[in-house]
Every structure is written in structure tokens, then in C-alpha cells.
């Protein structure tokens, strides 16, 4: 595992774990989103690279409502992560 890898060599099929809330101004819900994901150590898969060059993640729960919330996150130089290897 490699931490803090530059975000520019993930490649759409790796796997990474988000450690740390980004240090930055952010939405209140995306916030949440963050949280979510390092409370459940969730691994998530880079499912494409967007128009800009970002890779991106999407990542789907059950709310609290029962219903489903989904949601994409690109992956930047704020974010505190690593690459998982899954075998």
C-alpha cells in the first residue's frame, strides 16, 4: 500500500481507501460523504478518469430513509488516500 500517491497515475480499476477528510472548503454533504467512506474504510474503484483527468469514484448506501443515495467523487491533490491491492 502506498499513501499519498499522485492522483495522476491512478488508472480506471485501481482500488483505493480515502484515510483523511481534505483540509479544504467542501460542501456540507459531500463532507458527509467523506466521513462515511473513512468510517467504513470502504474501498473504492476508480471508474473512469473525467474530461479534466480526474479519476473518479462512484459509491452508492442505503440511507437513513431507506432509500438509495449515490454518489461520484473525482479524486484530487487534497485527498489523503491509498492504493489497495485486491488479489
Same mark, same amino acid.
Given at each position: 500500500?502506498?499513501?499519498?500517491?499522485?492522483?495522476?497515475?491512478?488508472?480506471?480499476?485501481?482500488?483505493?481507501?480515502?484515510?483523511?477528510?481534505?483540509?479544504?472548503?467542501?460542501?456540507?454533504?459531500?463532507?458527509?460523504?467523506?466521513?462515511?467512506?473513512?468510517? %467504513?474504510?470502504?474501498? /473504492?474503484? $476508480?471508474? =473512469?478518469? #473525467?474530461? @479534466?483527468?480526474?479519476?473518479? !469514484?462512484?459509491?452508492?448506501?442505503?440511507?437513513?430513509?431507506?432509500?438509495? %443515495?449515490?454518489?461520484? /467523487?473525482? $479524486?484530487? =491533490?487534497? #485527498?489523503? @488516500?491509498?492504493?489497495?491491492? !485486491?488479489?
Amino acid at each position: 500500500m502506498i499513501i499519498n500517491q499522485s492522483w495522476r497515475d491512478l488508472r480506471v480499476g485501481d482500488h483505493i481507501c480515502i484515510l483523511q477528510l481534505p483540509q479544504i472548503q467542501m460542501l456540507e454533504n459531500t463532507k458527509q460523504l467523506y466521513k462515511r467512506l473513512i468510517a %467504513e474504510r470502504a474501498i /473504492l474503484i $476508480i471508474s =473512469e478518469i #473525467d474530461r @479534466w483527468g480526474y479519476p473518479v !469514484i462512484y459509491y452508492s448506501f442505503q440511507n437513513e430513509q431507506g432509500g438509495e %443515495e449515490a454518489h461520484s /467523487l473525482a $479524486i484530487d =491533490e487534497y #485527498d489523503i @488516500w491509498e492504493k489497495v491491492n !485486491i488479489t
